[in-house]
């Protein structure tokens, strides 16, 4: 394949509603879109770091800045052998993964269209549709926590998540226990404890989490092994997952038994799927995280999300938890606590350049 033009663009998207992490939160997001051409095809996807350096280091800004002054320039005109292969000449850089999974996913886009198949039968997905979770703020209050998980559970979600942090955590969660005796749920901690806190997080145990997203730094491992040894929920690393090389370290020293898995996280589809691989042979489940993505990068996130080891709810929700109106059609929906599968070329939606063009903020061409 051959990338001849590149196009990146950033536009903002106000969420419905503020969403409050333990590490931070968001409500207007900073959608940086990436469109690849090359041999009469196009790819698209979309950078998922945040507007600050809160969930990981990468922001917009820093992957507008990676992307147009060092990536996108070093891949036009050339001959790649595949998605992967378009980062071959930027090799040398260290990190950045969201930065360079944009490019790597757009690259999965094309490959599939080059194809004629979704995006879905390119990696490998054999599923056409997936189980889906949503993923529930912190709250003021646990009226307003009840309230919204009430929605969720009668728009039918397969699982909730509930974003916990020190003083917002076991009673709240038995609250909810109490008034949802069947309701699947799990926490996350975004990082917001330490291993002194594991008898707080053992009295966890006895609500029935599906697990508990990581409780500790999000760049530890050797602790999150020690705390699993401590209680009975299983732990799920996100934030410290980047690399199949963690992926390898975290099962060897038994640091949890479920990781969420995020393409822009572990820097493509490719690594992505590597991760599930492992996963899979270690006999341990995987489920496809969030971004607070737009259409486009949830396309990927489905998509990726159809492979066999994808077993637990991913927080794929619908377009409209998140969007007063998508910058895709059709737009992502949610029946019976699954979403269907694109079946069309490539990411399968549409993407409304137009719209997009209208709400642009900024642009860079390279080609
Ligand atoms: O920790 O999984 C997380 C959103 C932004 C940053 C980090 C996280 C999240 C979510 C939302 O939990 C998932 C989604 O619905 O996209
Ligand atoms: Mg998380």
Request: glycine fraction near 0%; charged fraction near 30%.
């Given at each position: 394949m051959k990338i001849e033009r590149a196009v990146l663009r950033e536009i903002p998207l106000r969420l419905k509603e503020f969403f409050e992490i333990s590490s931070g939160g968001s409500q207007d997001r900073r959608v940086v879109l990436l469109t690849l051409e090359g041999e009469g095809l196009e790819g698209w996807s979309e950078c998922v770091a945040a507007g600050d350096p809160s969930y990981a280091y990468e922001t917009a800004d820093t992957a507008w800045h990676v992307l147009t002054d060092f990536i996108l320039p070093s891949i036009i005109g050339r001959e790649a052998d595949g998605p992967e292969d378009l980062l071959t000449p930027v090799g040398w850089i260290r990190g950045h993964g969201m930065a360079k999974a944009a490019v790597e996913m757009a690259g999965w886009d094309m490959a599939a269209r080059a194809d004629g198949v979704s995006l879905s039968k390119k990696l490998g997905g054999t599923r056409s549709s997936v189980p889906v979770g949503v993923s529930v703020g912190l709250k003021p209050t646990d009226e307003a926590l009840h309230e919204q998980v009430a929605g969720f559970i009668a728009d039918g979600y397969a699982r909730v998540k509930i974003k916990i942090k020190p003083g917002r955590d076991v009673d709240m969660l038995a609250g909810l226990r109490t008034r949802f005796p069947d309701v699947a749920f799990m926490a996350d901690a975004n990082s917001a404890y330490t291993l002194a806190d594991a008898p707080r997080l053992r009295e966890?145990?006895?609500?029935?989490?599906?697990m508990i997203e990581?409780?500790?730094?999000?760049?530890?491992f050797l602790q999150h092994a020690r705390l699993q040894e401590l209680i009975q929920t299983s732990v799920c690393l996100d934030e410290s997952i980047k690399s199949e090389g963690d992926t390898e370290l975290a099962l060897e020293l038994g640091s949890c038994r479920i990781i969420n898995i995020k393409p822009g996280r572990v820097g493509g589809l490719g690594v992505s799927r590597r991760i599930h691989d492992m996963m899979v042979a270690a006999g341990l489940p995987v489920w496809c995280g969030g971004m607070l993505e737009s259409g486009v990068g949830r396309a990927h996130n489905v998509a990726l999300a159809s492979l066999p080891g994808f077993t637990l709810p991913g927080d794929i929700s619908a377009s409209r938890r998140y969007w007063e109106q998508d910058i895709v059609s059709p737009e992502f929906e949610v029946a019976d606590g699954e979403m269907a599968v694109p079946t069309g070329v490539g990411i399968g939606v549409e993407v409304d350049v137009e719209r997009i063009e209208a709400l642009t903020t900024r642009v860079a061409t390279f080609g």
């Open positions: 966890m145990d006895a609500l029935q989490l599906m990581q409780p500790l730094r999000y760049d530890d």
